[in-house]
């Protein structure tokens, strides 16, 4: 809402005044002075003094009205950027979480193991009930399970290592 002048805003003023359907006292009082062209010079003063502070609660009003959009503005901002924010981490859980549910269902592969969910879950089952038995017994499984990917990464450096290195030329005799 743009603050217009003191003159813009009296005429307009007045007029929604004269429009108003039921005005309060005070309104009444400033449409009958301003309606009277013989009103005694104190009256006038008075009047112009009314008007001056119908229009400072106006501009001040107005004042109000932009500080609270542009506050509104900066908290929607805000919370569009904290939507972002957590946008964003979700989707990094989200991918964290798929990349260790693939990296764990590759070890299925890695050591030729059936994939039955069922067979999964009771052997996985049975190893938890084993750990909970024996607790040696998950330093023995995560053991075996480090050589066996340890075993792994060394296959696959040394077949890189080898397809890497140039051939030797034939001799020429």
Not at 1 to 12: C, D, G, L, R
Not at 46 to 51: A, G, R, T, V
Not at 83 to 88: L, T
């Given at each position: 809402?743009?603050?217009?002048?003191?003159?813009?805003?009296?005429?307009?003023y007045?007029?929604?005044?004269?429009?108003?359907?039921k005005?309060?006292?005070?309104?009444?009082?400033?449409?009958?002075?301003s309606?009277?062209?013989?009103?005694?010079?104190v009256?006038?003063v008075?009047?112009?003094?009314?008007?001056?502070?119908e229009?400072?609660?106006y501009?001040?009003?107005?004042?109000?009205?932009?500080d609270?959009?542009a506050?509104?503005?900066?908290?929607?901002e805000?919370?569009r950027?904290i939507?972002?924010?957590?946008?964003?981490e979700?989707?990094?859980?989200?991918?964290?979480?798929?990349?260790e549910?693939?990296?764990?269902?590759?070890?299925?592969?890695?050591?030729?193991?059936?994939?039955d969910?069922?067979?999964?879950?009771g052997?996985?089952?049975?190893?938890?009930?084993?750990?909970r038995?024996?607790?040696?017994f998950?330093?023995?499984?995560k053991?075996?399970?480090?050589?066996?990917i340890?075993?792994?990464?060394?296959?696959k450096?040394?077949?890189?290592?080898?397809?890497?290195?140039?051939?030797?030329?034939?001799?020429?005799?």
């Open positions: 809402m743009a603050i217009s002048s003191f003159e813009e805003w009296k005429v307009e007045l007029e929604n005044l004269a429009n108003k359907e005005p309060k006292s005070a309104e009444k009082i400033i449409l009958q002075m309606n009277n062209p013989s009103l005694p010079k009256q006038q008075s009047l112009q003094k009314l008007l001056q502070a229009y400072k609660k501009c001040i009003t107005c004042n109000l009205k932009s609270l959009e506050e509104n503005a900066k908290q929607k805000l919370i950027r939507h972002e924010v957590q946008a964003r979700a989707k990094k859980t989200r991918r964290q979480r798929a990349h549910l693939i990296t764990i269902g590759s070890l299925t592969e890695l050591i030729g193991f059936p994939k969910r069922g067979i999964v879950a052997a996985l089952d049975y190893v938890l009930e084993k750990i038995e024996d607790k040696n998950e330093n023995i499984i053991t075996r399970g480090n050589r066996i340890k075993d792994r990464e060394d296959e450096t040394a077949r890189r290592t080898k397809k890497n290195q140039p051939e030797s030329a034939p001799d020429t005799l």
